[in-house]
């Protein structure tokens, strides 16, 4: 029983902890109002490793890990929305790498392009995308022993991630998400996604009942 109740305390200081690390813009519904389709992009990396590697080897690991979260957040929201029909829906990340490399659009020049353009391009409503900032390869997964060491020393954080949502017609930010990656938010880049967004789900903008309560309020 002591465990069950430690559990549930546990979940609801990490749902706190996540929401206050939540933004949503108060014209989100107005901006969002005709979204259909929002297209994942790789996610811009910034990689502080221990070990000495090449330019252009942590050029390739930062990209790595970069396409891991663009498709760890499409794996999320296609298994999201056979549980629950979404009013959006997710571009495939192939027909967004299609599309991008027609246009000569690649992982090291799509930061020169504006929401804006990249929506135009792409054909969506709005953009998902975000940046990493690790000491770690998060794909090749985090390590899972535990120390008291690591935790007072800070040796169990491996970094943040942010994720964003803007809209594609104006470029403004409609929702952004930000969190500390450690030992406790996940053992790789799919697991912390999933824990990540099961967090935020209830701010995640597009939920239905999310919007009826904002039109509620």
Same mark, same amino acid.
């Given at each position: 029983m002591k465990r069950l109740l430690f559990l549930i305390a546990l979940t609801s200081t990490l749902?706190?902890?996540? #929401?206050? %690390? $939540?933004?949503?813009?108060? %014209?989100?519904?107005h901006l969002s109002e005709d979204h259909q389709v929002l297209a994942i992009i790789p996610f811009l990396t910034n990689l502080d490793l221990n070990e000495k590697v090449s330019k252009s080897e942590q050029k390739r690991l930062e990209e790595n890990e970069g396409y891991a979260v663009q498709n760890a957040l499409e794996t999320y929201f296609s298994k999201r929305s056979k549980k629950k029909k979404l009013p959006v +829906?997710? #571009? !495939?990340i192939e027909n967004t790498a299609a599309i991008l490399a027609k246009? !000569? *659009?690649? /992982?090291? !020049? $799509?930061d020169v392009y504006t929401t804006k353009e990249l929506s135009e391009i792409l054909g969506v409503d709005g953009i998902i995308s975000g940046t990493l900032d690790l000491n770690i390869l998060l794909s090749n997964g985090v390590p899972t022993e535990f120390s008291f060491t690591d935790y007072f020393s800070g040796g169990a954080n491996?970094?943040? *991630?942010g994720i964003k949502i803007s809209d594609g017609n +104006?470029?403004? @930010? @409609?929702?952004? /998400?930000? &969190?500390? $990656? !450690? &030992? &406790? +938010?996940?053992?790789n880049t799919t697991d912390l996604i999933?824990?990540?967004?099961? @967090?935020? $789900?209830?701010?995640?903008? /597009?939920e239905r009942e999310r919007k009826r309560d904002r039109n509620k309020s």
């Amino acid at each position: 029983m002591k465990r069950l109740l430690f559990l549930i305390a546990l979940t609801s200081t990490l749902t706190v902890v996540a #929401q206050k %690390n $939540i933004y949503e813009s108060p %014209n989100f519904d107005h901006l969002s109002e005709d979204h259909q389709v929002l297209a994942i992009i790789p996610f811009l990396t910034n990689l502080d490793l221990n070990e000495k590697v090449s330019k252009s080897e942590q050029k390739r690991l930062e990209e790595n890990e970069g396409y891991a979260v663009q498709n760890a957040l499409e794996t999320y929201f296609s298994k999201r929305s056979k549980k629950k029909k979404l009013p959006v +829906t997710f #571009q !495939n990340i192939e027909n967004t790498a299609a599309i991008l490399a027609k246009k !000569n *659009i690649s /992982y090291e !020049n $799509i930061d020169v392009y504006t929401t804006k353009e990249l929506s135009e391009i792409l054909g969506v409503d709005g953009i998902i995308s975000g940046t990493l900032d690790l000491n770690i390869l998060l794909s090749n997964g985090v390590p899972t022993e535990f120390s008291f060491t690591d935790y007072f020393s800070g040796g169990a954080n491996y970094g943040r *991630i942010g994720i964003k949502i803007s809209d594609g017609n +104006t470029g403004k @930010l @409609l929702w952004k /998400y930000e &969190k500390e $990656i !450690n &030992k &406790k +938010t996940g053992k790789n880049t799919t697991d912390l996604i999933d824990r990540m967004m099961k @967090l935020a $789900i209830r701010k995640f903008p /597009y939920e239905r009942e999310r919007k009826r309560d904002r039109n509620k309020s």
